[in-house]
């Protein structure tokens, strides 16, 4: 998959809630009530990840779930990161 311009990208996070252009990755910060809430959103998500193939860079400290996705194949950003952004997204939800 082919690595997006700083402008592709900027453009397609338009597309997108509240993500954000940090260096070479795209981020967001998701807040849930507890613990068990956040890590059963990181489940939901790792399932989703893996049926993609794409697996994202994330933290989680209670309950707050940080998110970063590159593609490192590309050394970028690419289309399958914006894909994954809006299955988390739709999981969050």
Known sequence: MEKMSK???????????????????????FTFDDFKSAFAFMTRVAFEA???????????VY?????????????GITEKDFDLAEKIDAIYK
Do not use: C, F
Request: aromatic share 4%.
């Open 50 to 60: 893996e049926a993609l193939t794409h697996h994202p860079n994330w933290e989680n």
């Open 7 to 29: 402008n592709e990208v900027q453009e397609k996070l338009k597309s997108l809630n509240n993500w954000k252009l940090h260096d070479d990755v795209i981020k967001k910060e």
């Open 63 to 75: 309950n707050t779930v940080k998110i970063s996705l590159n593609t490192h194949d590309a050394d």
